[in-house]
C-alpha cells in the first residue's frame, strides 16, 4: 500500500486476519446487533462497502458502525483483538498521512511503528462517552499520543516495573492475606475502573496492582495525565505485549516504551513514597 516496511507487514498480517475463519461473520453479526446493515462476504470486502456508504451517508454512518466494533474493542481476548484490527485497518490510511507529517527528519517506519502502537492503543481504550466524529477523535487522541512518544528520549535497553515499584515501597505495608488489604484492593480496582485504568470488575493485584494503585495516585495529584496513565496501564496487562507485536509493534520500539514509561514514573514513584 505505502511502499514501507510497517504499513507493507500490516497489510500482509490483515491479508491473514481476512483469511481466518469465521471472522468475518463474527465482525458482521457484530454490526448486525448493532443496527448496521452489510452484505460484503469477507472483511476486506466489508471495508470497502462500509467506506461507501460511509460517503454516502456521511458521519452518522461511520460514527455507528465504528462505535460497534469499539465498545467490542474495549473488551478482553480474541473478540476484542479482532475488533480492535478491524478499526486499525480501517483507519489505517490515516495513520499512513500522519506518520508522512510527523516524521520530520526521523525514519519513516520507525515512526510508523510509533503511529501504529498510539493508534492500537486509542482504539482499545477509546472514550466511547465522548460525542463527535468518532474518526476525527482516534486520529486526534493518536496524534496526541504519538507526538509525545516521538518527543520523548529514547532508551534501548528494557527494564522491568519492579525497581519503580521498590522505589515506592512503604515499610509497614500490610500482607497481601490482610483482610483490610483485601477491601483495599476492591476499592482501589472500583477506583482504577472509574478512570478507564482497568477493566471494570478486575481486582488488581502483584505487581499490577502496584502499578495501578500508583498510577491512581499520580492521576489524583496532578502529576500524570489520565490518557498515559490509561496506555502505561494498558501495557502491564498479561499478553499487551503480544497484542502490541499484532498490531506491527517491533521488540525494539516495545523495549523503547517501556523505558520511557518507567522514566517517567521514577519520580512520581517517589512523591508517592514521600507522601505515604
Known sequence: MTGTRVFESLDAEWALVCAGSGRAEMVLGWLREGGVLAEARGLAELLVELECWDRARGRVHSDRWMRVLLERAGGEGVEAQL???VVVQAMLLGAVRMTQRLRAGRDFDETGQVVVACLYQVVRRFPLWRRGGVAATLLLETLHLASRELQADTESDAVPWHP???AAAVPGEPTADDPTEAVWRTVLGRQ??????IAAGEVPDGARGELVELLVWAVAAGLLDVVR????????RDGARESAEAAGVSAVTWRQRRSRTVRLLRPIADQWAQAA
Not at 192 to 197: C, H, I, K, R, T
Not at 229 to 236: F, L, M, P
Open 192 to 197: 482504577a475502573a472509574g478512570a478507564s485504568l
Open 229 to 236: 496513565a490509561r496506555v502505561i496501564a494498558d501495557e502491564s
Open 164 to 166: 519503580v515499584l521498590e
Open 83 to 85: 475488533a480492535a484490527r
